[in-house]
């Protein structure tokens, strides 16, 4: 997380970097922020599915991604956390709205 890029959204801080392996990969660090156990795993399942099946696919070259939720993304909606994640990391595709 000390290398590559930083951004920041309204629920999420995404750190990215160039893979040294040559395929991307992708790590969800959950805080607690005094949530309770369920709850933490809800968002990191979450955002697992999001990267599986949204960000990794539409990624262009090999990228380390390391997804660190904020406070504010345990009462997000999925469809905000997709939202973010997605239009963070992935170039829009021509003639697709998000």
Same mark, same amino acid.
């Given at each position: ?36 156990? =369920? ?5 990191? $399942? %979450? ?8 960000? +990794? @696919?539409? &990624? !262009? ?13 345990? =009462? ?5 956390? $997709? %939202? ?8 829009? +595709? @021509?003639? &697709? !709205?998000?």
């Amino acid at each position: 997380m000390t290398q590559g890029k930083r951004r920041r959204t309204d629920h999420l801080d995404l750190f990215t970097r160039p893979s040294p392996v040559g395929s991307s990969r992708l790590t969800i660090i959950v805080p607690r922020y005094k949530e309770t156990a =369920v709850k933490r795993n809800r968002l990191r $399942r %979450r955002l697992r599915e999001i990267g599986r099946r949204q960000v +990794l @696919p539409a &990624l !262009a070259g090999p990228i380390d991604i390391a997804v660190r939720p904020r406070p504010a993304a345990y =009462v997000a909606s999925f469809e905000t956390l $997709r %939202r973010e994640f997605v239009g963070s990391l992935c170039p829009p +595709l @021509p003639g &697709l !709205a998000s």
